[in-house]
């Protein structure tokens, strides 16, 4: 042996040394674990084997059927069982061998496994005696799910806690005997004493001890309710009597036995009550009351035993609070975001941070402070196998503590435990904090008693006085607030939701007082939006939770009068005000593009669900678009850009979706392809526009025709079908072959044919903003061959010239102006005329100038053409400026709510004048 291999080895076999000797010294700190190790010299070596590995159930059954096989019953071999899981989990843990993921995990796999084995063969022994418990209306054979809540329910237990249960069952009926000594019982009567003789077998403490201590309040009336509950019982419950904090119990109902037809069944009742299908910023109020209760309560204890202070599970930033935080965004989102229905709280908090709704760094920063409490926890409970999280009285113990958490003193353990609780206790306020206290209770008091006094005018205009608003506009408010108020909308509303408005209209005057450059008019659109959303508690709650969102909606609803009607339709939008962040970035189209198929994957057959996703998944993305154009962040070009993109993503979406729902169809992917035309064809989509298309095929296929054929009415169905969130978008066919009376779907070739031989000059014109839009990508190759070829013809000047001056008036006599003012889109050197003469120009020289057949909109076209020499270079310049300024005015003019976009012919004549200088260039001498 060399020098240098003496030398390792040494160091190696010290170092086995140390570290046996700290495990020993941490080891030793746990009484439960020697006092268990000293009752039978035998159980070290068990120990010492055991704690090698992780457990699994499979590990488990072995040791179990071991211990039947030597003679002990199922309840003696169970709990000799348990105790060697939770010492093999101390040793491993305090050893270093496992981590709080193992621990947890391992003991909830062995909770499991006690239930389902004691139930399993007490279920055979009732069998015996009474029959099978079959449905009275199925005839089915009925079976007893055991719900695991609480920790359990997430696969997160302590390994020293009780076991929260809740037993049902689907049907009630009676078994059915097969031998005459049996007795029948009730379905109900028969899982009653199940139940019971399962309490008894799990929890009675005997000689070996006991599998686990079971707590079974949480089921559906508590103590005071019967044991065992059918499903109709709990529907009826929730429906009736479900209260909001058991909302928070049931998130973690997890069914530990049963058959997976009922379980799916019970989930199904479930999920309603604790889930709503709409953003619920109630739950946060509701989570703020349940957690006052229980802090309340831990003062209260601690007051009476100054021993029991400092509770790392109750106290101030324990771990409630972190559970609560994550289980408050399950509670608002969980019913539109199936992700977020994880029992887990650490698996919640990754999904809150991968979905950006909490921030990551912080999410990191709960969990490692989540794992330093939850370690703590079981440290305390490995004293004793006792379920306690308070630090023990006696020094001793104290020290105890610090040495299994490897700290050299007490002082040291409690100087890394302040900064956990203090983040998560800034965390949690950061989202319960009452955002209400901006305003006092005298202020709120005073404005809710001016609202119902006799002297409410005079009460209320001197409130506004204070505010310095003028005194016409003060009147103006008061006469709107007060006929608001007294509506028997408002009136019939509960107490606490006419004391969440007053909070809302106190903050929302100050607001507007604030910032707003027309207050009466930000005020009267407000107040129609509060008066829409006033039975929707949730609304009131989130604008109440968070006034930046309120001071947003303010200056949304004052600059827009189609933003304010668009949020007063769709008020499931403020959840999009919460994240600032989120209202200045610019789209990522490819994100969004994924997270909308991951939604629309999760309602995989339910055609309906899917539609409201799409109309809400829309909405929420329009919105953001709109948020940014109303601060000025967008030009009128990016934001018809940007609206486009949104467009194509949802109509590919859709053609996927719809085709999955044709029974018949005869391919997994179609080759099918939409062609978009008009505003979404030449990427100039507005918030409100409709979208016209036509539907292309490849396919040979004998059943081609007729699928695609359904295809098409589905796509039409889906885009256009009335749900709650309303339409996605209307559509318009009018433009295929033939029009109205041509075919829905056409054969490429088909089209083809069409374009070359049969279309009207004017849907060659259509073509020039014609684009491939979604669906099979070959054949939106195949269709922009066409495109460009059919725009590439040869013409005749004289005749081109005379058959778009004679579609242009068709329009023009289809839109008379007799206003005085300037229509931008019809009137002569209008929108109108622009685009005609981009067409025009195109259809003339695309032959000679292929360039021009590319799709890069009228304004670039125009100036390209200028370049080219087509038209006056300068005149081209000057009509596109035009073409651009119509555009902002005709935008802004449509925000406004109003449908005809005129204006005094001053403000634009310079621009009129040049688009009909450019028209004059081309078209006069015809």
Known sequence: MTASTATNASTATNAITATNTIDAEILQASRFLNNWLQADISRKALLQQVSELSLSTDDFAQFLQKEIIAGASLNKAMRRLRSLVVCSLIKRDLCGQADLNEVVT?????????????????????????????????????????????KLGGYELNVSSDIDLIFCYA?????????????????????SRLGKKL??????????????????????????GPLVASFNMIEEYFLIQGREWERYAWVKARAMTGQAKDISTLEKIIRPFVYRRYLDYGAIDSLRSMHAQIRAEVVRQESKHPERSNNVKLGRGGIREVEFLAQVFQLIRGGRDVALRDRSTRQTLLALAEKGILDGAIVQRLLTSYTFLRNLEHRLQYLDDAQTHTFPARDEEQQKIAQMMECASVAQLLEELRPHREFIAEQFDAIFRDKAENNSDTEQGMLAVSLSSPDSEELIAAHLAGLEFS????????QRLLATWQSPKIQSLSEASRLKLVALVNNALGIIARQSNQPLLAWNRLLDFMEAIARRAAYLALLTEYPHALARVIRMMEASDWAAKFLTRHPILLDELLDESSLHERPDWADFRIDLQHHLDQHQGDTERQMETLREMHHAMQFRLLAQDLEGQLSVEHL????????????????????????????????FAVIAYGKQGGKELG??????????????????????????????????????????????????????????????????????????????QALTRARFCAGDMAIGQQFEQIREQVLRQERDNEKLCTEVISMRKKMHDAHVNRSELFDL??????????????????????????????????????????????????????????????????????????????????????????????????????
């Open 640 to 671: 018809a850009d940007e609206l486009s993109q949104l467009a194509d993503i949802l109509v590919a979406a859709v053609l996927q979706s719809a085709w999955q729902t044709i029974a018949t169809r005869h391919r997994q992917q179609p080759r």
């Open 171 to 191: 049907e009630d009926g009676e078994t059915q005997t097969q031998q005459g000594s049996q007795r029948s019982l009730s379905n109900h009567e028969y899982f």
């Open 687 to 764: 918030y409100a526009s409709d979208l016209d298309v036509i539907f292309l095929y490849e396919d040979d296929d004998q059943d081609a025709p007729a699928n695609y054929a359904k295809l098409a009415q589905r796509f039409i169905t889906w885009m256009t079908c009335h749900t709650p969130a309303g339409i996605l978008f209307d559509i318009d066919i009018a433009l295929r072959p033939d029009g109205a009376s041509g075919l829905l779907v056409s054969s490429v070739s088909s089209f083809a044919r069409y374009q070359e031989k049969s279309a009207w000059l004017w849907e060659h």
């Open 106 to 150: 391992t003991i909830s796999l062995f909770a499991d496994f006690v239930v389902q084995q004691h139930l399993q063969a007490l279920n055979a022994e009732m069998q015996a005696m009474h029959g099978i418990p079959t449905g009275e209306e199925s005839g089915a054979e009925q079976t007893m799910i055991v719900l695991g809540m609480g």
């Open 471 to 478: 005194s016409a506009n003060a009147q103006a408010i008061t």
């Open 825 to 926: 889109k019809h009137d002569a050197g209008g929108m109108i005329d622009i685009e005609f003469i981009v067409q025009y120009l195109v259809l003339k020289n695309a032959a000679q100038y292929p360039e021009l057949t590319a799709n890069k909109g009228n304004i670039a076209l125009l100036k390209r053409c200028g370049e080219l020499g087509l038209v006056d270079a300068q005149l081209a310049n000057q009509t596109s400026d035009a073409y651009r300024l119509f555009r902002k005015l005709q935008h802004n003019i449509r925000l406004q709510g109003e449908d005809r976009a005129r204006v005094n012919i001053e403000r634009v004549h310079t621009e009129a004048s040049a688009a009909r200088a450019l028209w004059d260039s081309l078209f006069a001498k015809h």
């Open 199 to 224: 309490i008894a077998a799990i929890s009675e403490i005997t000689e070996d001890g006991y599998s686990f201590r079971v707590d079974m309040a949480l089921r559906p009336n508590g103590a005071s």
